[in-house]
Nanobody
Framework: QVQLVESGGGLVQAGGSLRLSCAAS????????MGWFRQAPGKEREFVAA????????YYADSVKGRFTISRDSAKNTVYLQMNSLKPEDTAVYYC???????????????WGQGTQVTVSS
């Protein structure tokens, strides 16, 4: 059974930090890109960050560049999103997903987690 399970979300004040984790099971992890997306209420799902299978390349949305860092631990089948200097506009449900290759389009990703809520208070 394919599972991507996100954790680490929560409530944080503006300027604070959170680290999201996404644990993969039942799915080949090491040869695929992994991405993080987010969806705020009433808005479309948007790309946040992605990392290729070897961790040699990363890709970020302009809105999070310099504040968020994506990484992965293939031995643990886990991908992380370190989020610093959080802003109220970062409030959303955050999803991890497995992709065939590095990219920012949801259609490029085939397996998705259920999401974890991140709320940033002002």
């Amino acid at each position: 059974q394919v599972q991507l399970v996100e954790s680490g979300g929560g409530l944080v004040q503006a300027g604070g930090s959170l680290r999201l984790s996404c644990a993969a099971s039942g799915v080949t992890f090491s040869r695929y890109a992994m991405g993080w997306f987010r969806q705020a209420p009433g808005k479309e799902r948007e790309f946040v960050a992605a990392i290729d299978w070897s961790s040699s390349r990363t890709y970020y949305a302009d809105s999070v560049k310099g504040r968020f860092t994506i990484s992965r631990d293939s031995a643990k089948n886990t991908v992380y999103l370190q989020m610093n200097s959080l802003k109220p506009e970062d409030t959303a449900v955050y999803y991890c997903a497995r992709g065939e290759y590095l990219g920012g389009l949801p259609a490029q990703y085939d397996y998705w987690g259920q999401g974890t809520q991140v709320t940033v208070s002002s």
